[in-house]
């Protein structure tokens, strides 16, 4: 860990947006192993799970904008103030998503990944790993409601953050009140919790692992492939792809998506 994250900016004077940083500075030390865990239990992240070169980048602008010169100083601050805390922690964990997010995985999902579901007489458990504001959950609702299976699918958000799985719920009672029994969330580490029980017909996880080690990226994948029932779809982000998909019992569907082998 502390080989890759060497290269921290120095303390800049400007007041700026933390994460909007140019990465310009001169390079500094290494972060001590013992300071990132400690900034880790500030901010309620698993920071060991995620690449170096990610993790880094989004501590070097922290530091370049906020003028620390250390992780620790930069831990003060996050203990002190919650909103640099919640800013810090939707930086590294990069909650990013918008409804019809990469239109095209949608299209192949109402056009040929959700119709053999639909074949299927029980119940449709479909799971959104990494939700973010629930976006996801709402596109995948709308397209079940259009195929008129909504009525027999129970849907599932999880996600690291509980102030993203707070916005999911008041967009659920602004925007989607008639989908609101349907919908379910929760928060999950995806890295230390696993799989929620029960087994899955259609599991989304996009542009989470790309931000993982390869070794916790690795586990996570198997740990998704094995919540799938027989037939079940993993999709994952169009910038991601399965190391070894047939050591975890999948066939390929469709770009960036998986079906476990019957």
């Known amino acids: 860990m502390r080989n890759v994250l060497r290269g921290l900016f120095k303390p800049s004077a400007v007041a700026v947006d933390p994460f909007r940083v140019p990465h310009t500075a001169t ?6 192993a013992e300071d990132l865990a400690t900034l880790g239990r500030a901010c309620g992240l698993p920071l060991g799970a995620f690449r170096g070169e990610h993790l880094g980048k989004q501590l070097r ?24 805390r919640e800013r810090l922690r939707a930086a590294i964990a990069n909650s990013v998503t ?4 990469d239109p095209q995985q949608f299209k192949l999902l109402e056009e040929q990944l959700l119709p053999p579901l639909l074949q299927g007489k029980g119940t449709l458990r479909i799971w959104s790993a990494g939700c973010s504001d629930g976006s996801e959950l709402f596109d995948l609702a709308g397209l079940l409601d259009d195929a008129g299976a909504l009525g027999r699918s129970y849907l599932l958000g ?31 580490d995806l ?8 087994t ?3 599991i989304l ?8 080690r390869p070794d916790v990226r690795d586990r996570l994948h198997a740990t998704l492939a094995g919540a799938l029932g027989r037939g079940g779809i993993l999709m994952v982000g169009r910038s991601e792809r399965i190391r070894d998909p047939r050591a975890l019992g999948l066939q390929g569907a469709g ?3 998986y079906r476990r082998q019957p």
């Open 158 to 188: 999880s996600d690291l953050l509980p102030e993203n799985l707070d916005k999911a719920r008041r967009a659920a009672v602004t925007k989607a009140p008639e989908l609101t029994s349907r919908l379910r969330w929760e928060q999950r």
């Open 27 to 32: 390079p500094s030390t290494a972060i001590d």
């Open 98 to 101: 918008a409804a019809r997010r």
């Open 255 to 257: 770009p960036h998506a």
């Open 200 to 202: 899955w017909s259609l």
């Open 61 to 84: 602008s922290s530091l370049a904008a906020t003028g620390c010169g250390s992780i620790a100083e930069l831990t003060e601050l996050v203990q002190a103030d919650p909103r640099l």
């Open 205 to 212: 996880c996009r542009n989470v692992a790309i931000y993982m």
């Open 191 to 198: 890295t230390v919790d696993g799989a929620p029980s029960g």
